[in-house]
C-alpha cells in the first residue's frame, strides 16, 4: 500500500478555525461468516515516540471477519490515520485494510502520520485527498457538516456491543447527528515506579494529590528518582491531559456548563496553580522542556518516577527496559478536593461528506468496528486504543483483563470529560485546547514567567476572546 503524499498543509489554528459545510451520508453495513486466524510478520520499532527507528521482528495475531458480500469494484478510498506510538497498530491496521481491500475488490490507499490532524484539515479545505479520517477530541464538532452521517451505524454497534460511552457520544454526535464513530480512547495515567514510591511507605500509589505531593516530596529528598509530570507546550497532549484533571479535580473550570461564560478565575484555579507550584519544587527540573516523547526517555532511562503518559512507556519497557517493566506499575490520576476528574483523548473514525466512494468508505468503517477487528487491535494497544462500547469492558482477552498492571485502567473513560468540560464539546472548546491556554497558564507559574494573579489574567483575556469573542 501507498502512502499519499498531501500537497497541501493548514495551520492548527487554521484549522481550528475553518467553517465547513457539506450534506448527509448515507450507511452500507457489511457482514460475513467468521474466519481463520493468521499471522503477520511485521518490522516495528522499538524506540517510543522518535522517528529513529530500530528494526525488529514482531508476529502479529489478526483475526479478521470473512469478506461481506457487497462489493465495490474500482472503488479508491484513501484514508488519513493517526500514527500510533506503538508500531505494531499500525502494521495490523495496514493488514486488515488491504485484507478488506482484497475481498471487496477496492483499492484503499492508508496513510498513518504524526501531522494526521493537518491532512484532514488539508482534506477538508480542498474537498479532496480523503475518503476516511480519524478525527482527534472535538475533531466532529470542527468539521460539522463536512463528514457523513454515521447515525445508523453508531446506533447499530451500540445496540450490538452494549451500548456507548457517554464520553464517547458527546465526542462524536453534533447538533444530534453522529458525524463520527467513537472508536476507541487512549487511556493516560500515571506510569510510576513501584520500587521507589515503596522505598518511601507508599505501597499502594496515592489516591489524592495531597498524598501524591507527600510521597514526591520524600522521593525527592531521599535523592531517588524524582517524579515528572508535564507542564509543557511543547508536550500538548501529555501536559493537557495533567493540567485539565488537576484543575477539574480542584473543582476549577474553564467555562461555565452553558459553554460561554469563562470561568478560570476563580479561587479553585489559583488552588491548583499553588499545588502545581509547591509539586514542580519537588520534581524532575524539565518537566517545563518535556515533549511528547521526553518524560517516556527519562522514565526508561530511570531518570524519572513517575509521569502522566499512555501505556506506550510500558510496551516501550518491556522492550528496551525490562527491568524498569518489571517495576513499574499504572495508577488512576489522583483525586483532588471534587474528587477523581480525569481528560479522555478520543480517537474517532469519519468519512468525508464530500467522498465521491461513500458507500464503500462507510462499510471498511463498519468492517473495522466489527469485534474481530476491533478486539485485536485494542489487545495489541495495551489501553492506547480502548474501545468505547462497554462490551469490552469484561472481554476476557482485553489487556486490563489479562495484566494486573493495566487493571485500574479499565472503564477510564466512564468518569472522564472533553476539553471544556462541564460544558459540551465545541469549536471554542477545542480551539482553547489547541491554543494551550490551560497548559500555558500552569506552565507560567511553574517557571516563574508570572505570578499566579498574571497567569490567571492571561488565560482569561485568551478564553474570552474565543468564548465571548
Known amino acids: 500500500m501507498k502512502t499519499k ?56 495475531l489478526v483475526t479478521p471477519t470473512a469478506a461481506a458480500m457487497a462489493t465495490y469494484p474500482g472503488a479508491n478510498l484513501e484514508m488519513i490515520m493517526r500514527r500510533s506510538f506503538i508500531p505494531e497498530m499500525n502494521a495490523i491496521q495496514e493488514n486488515q485494510i488491504a485484507q478488506w481491500a482484497e475481498s471487496h475488490q477496492a483499492t484503499v490507499e492508508p496513510t498513518f502520520a504524526k501531522d494526521w490532524r493537518e491532512l484532514m484539515a488539508a482534506a477538508v479545505e480542498t474537498k479532496s485527498g480523503g ?12 468539521y460539522g457538516e463536512n463528514l457523513a452521517d454515521l447515525s445508523d451505524l453508531a446506533e447499530a454497534l451500540g445496540e450490538k456491543y452494549g451500548g456507548w460511552y457517554e464520553v464517547g457520544k458527546q465526542s462524536a454526535i453534533v447538533d444530534g447527528v453522529w458525524r463520527a464513530i467513537p472508536r476507541a480512547y487512549t487511556a493516560h495515567a500515571f506510569n510510576y515506579r513501584t520500587d521507589v514510591f515503596s522505598e518511601v511507605g507508599y505501597e499502594k500509589f496515592p ?33 493537557a491531559s495533567f493540567c485539565y484533571s488537576l484543575l477539574w479535580s480542584y473543582g476549577a473550570m474553564e467555562v461555565e456548563e452553558d459553554g460561554k461564560t469563562v470561568a478560570i478565575n476563580s479561587d479553585a484555579t489559583r488552588a491548583a496553580l499553588k499545588y502545581a507550584q509547591q509539586l514542580a519544587k519537588v520534581s524532575a527540573a524539565d518537566i517545563t522542556a518535556y515533549d511528547e516523547g521526553s518524560n517516556n526517555r527519562n522514565f526508561l532511562a530511570g531518570d524519572i518516577s513517575c509521569t502522566q503518559n499512555a501505556t506506550s512507556i510500558y510496551w516501550a519497557a518491556q522492550k528496551q527496559a525490562p527491568d524498569i517493566a518489571d517495576n513499574m506499575s499504572h495508577a488512576r490520576y489522583p483525586e483532588g478536593p471534587a474528587g477523581h476528574q480525569q481528560l479522555v483523548e478520543m480517537n474517532l473514525l469519519s468519512v468525508f461528506d464530500f467522498s465521491p466512494n461513500k458507500d464503500a468508505a462507510i462499510a471498511l468503517v463498519t468492517w473495522l468496528m466489527d469485534e474481530a477487528q476491533l478486539a485485536p487491535l485494542a489487545q495489541v ?8 462500547l462497554s462490551y469490552y469492558d469484561d472481554l476476557p482477552q482485553m489487556p486490563w483483563n489479562t495484566d494486573p498492571k493495566l487493571g485500574p485502567l479499565k472503564g477510564l473513560a466512564y468518569t472522564g470529560h472533553l476539553p471544556g468540560w462541564p460544558g459540551p464539546p465545541s469549536r471554542q472548546s477545542a480551539e482553547a485546547y489547541a491554543n494551550q ?33
Open 381 to 388: 494497544g495495551i489501553t492506547f486504543y480502548t474501545p468505547l
Open 437 to 469: 491556554s490551560l497548559v500555558n497558564m500552569f506552565a507560567r507559574v511553574v517557571t516563574g514567567e508570572a505570578d499566579i494573579e498574571e497567569a490567571v489574567k492571561v488565560a482569561e483575556d485568551e478564553l474570552k476572546s474565543v468564548y465571548e469573542g
Open 207 to 239: 489516591t489524592t494529590y495531597d498524598e501524591y505531593l507527600d510521597a514526591a516530596t520524600k522521593i525527592f529528598e531521599a535523592g531517588l528518582p524524582p517524579v515528572g509530570n508535564s507542564i509543557s507546550q511543547a508536550g500538548p497532549n501529555d501536559s
Open 131 to 142: 475518503d476516511i479520517a480519524e478525527p482527534f477530541q472535538q475533531g466532529a464538532h470542527i
Open 5 to 60: 503524499k498531501f500537497s497541501k498543509l493548514i495551520s492548527r489554528r487554521d484549522v481550528l478555525r475553518y467553517m465547513a459545510l457539506g450534506g448527509a451520508g448515507m450507511v452500507a453495513t457489511a457482514c460475513g461468516a467468521a474466519a481463520t486466524p493468521e499471522v503477520v510478520e511485521k518490522i516495528v520499532t522499538v524506540e517510543v515516540e522518535k522517528e529513529v527507528q530500530v528494526e525488529v521482528e514482531k508476529q502479529v
